[in-house]
């Protein structure tokens, strides 16, 4: 089996040669809007982070991690993922998938929708105890790209597990007092958030700073621009009205607003 640690020296295929869907379908109607709400939100912090734009988001796209026949066995494709300090394109083309072979910096962050029981998500399996048997994508995510941080986010239960990587092992991380889990390399937190999007009354997966403050999409944040100015708006209305019953009763009284 060949993993992403392979010499440089094999000639393994890129990003270009493999798969890049292997025609399932998502999940559900609440998976594509989960997405955005996840990608929208944290997009402002990674622009922060990387004012020279170098980073990726994936969303459904394949990791490779192993080379392998037939090629998707040898990827697993989490709902979302982040990976810091890589260039967004390859040689000026959009990536139809992330190459671990042909990489260096591996995913920061992996997420994973349950839509059954959430078995697959917890799947431990190691090809290397049964070689006949897929790798699990826990094991995979763990072992064998190694990704410091894992959440696996259960729309039916409302909940979410947030794994770190420690001494080669996840470890369940615990919620704080907010109830989130602090991704501490991105300076934010993990939690769910009870709220309708997309006409849909959910427990969505959301993002927060560290002081505790929600992430909102980029439709939020002008919805929140929206009325503010609604607001001043009205205070300005407010205080004309105000004006012209003042300057009307100067008027009564036989003074000119003016000469004030």
């Known amino acids: 089996m ?94 139809r998938s992330y190459v671990m072979w042909k990489e260096i910096v591996a995913p920061l962050i992996a997420i994973e929708f349950v839509s059954g029981d959430g078995s697959e998500e917890r799947d431990a399996t190691s090809p290397f105890l049964n070689p006949e048997a897929k790798a699990g994508k826990f094991w995979v995510y763990e072992q064998a790209i190694r990704i410091p941080f894992y959440a696996i986010y259960e729309v039916q239960k409302a909940s979410v597990e947030v794994y770190e990587l420690v001494a080669q092992r996840y470890q369940l991380l615990e919620a704080n007092d907010r109830g989130h889990y602090a991704i501490s390399s991105l300076g934010v937190e993990l939690g769910i958030w009870q709220g309708k999007v997309d006409n849909q009354t959910l427990p969505w997966l959301r993002w927060w700073d560290s002081n505790g403050n929600l ?46």
């Open 215 to 260: 992430l909102l999409t980029g439709e939020e944040r002008a919805d929140l621009e929206k009325q503010r100015a609604d607001v001043e708006e009205q205070r300005a209305d407010v205080e004309k009205q105000r004006a012209d019953r003042l300057a009307a009763k100067l008027r009564e009284m036989g003074v000119d607003p003016q000469d004030i």
């Open 2 to 95: 060949t993993i992403a640690q392979s010499p440089p020296t094999l000639s393994l295929p890129d990003h270009t040669q493999l798969p890049e869907s292997d025609g399932t379908f998502v999940k559900n109607f609440q998976e594509h809007p989960q997405s955005i709400l996840l990608t929208s939100s944290i997009r402002p912090v990674l622009e922060q982070l990387h004012p020279d734009g170098r980073y990726c988001i994936g969303q459904d796209s394949g990791i490779y991690w192993r080379s392998i026949e037939p090629p998707e066995r040898g990827a697993e494709a989490p709902d979302c993922f982040y990976v810091p300090n890589v260039a967004p394109l390859l040689d000026g083309k959009y990536r």
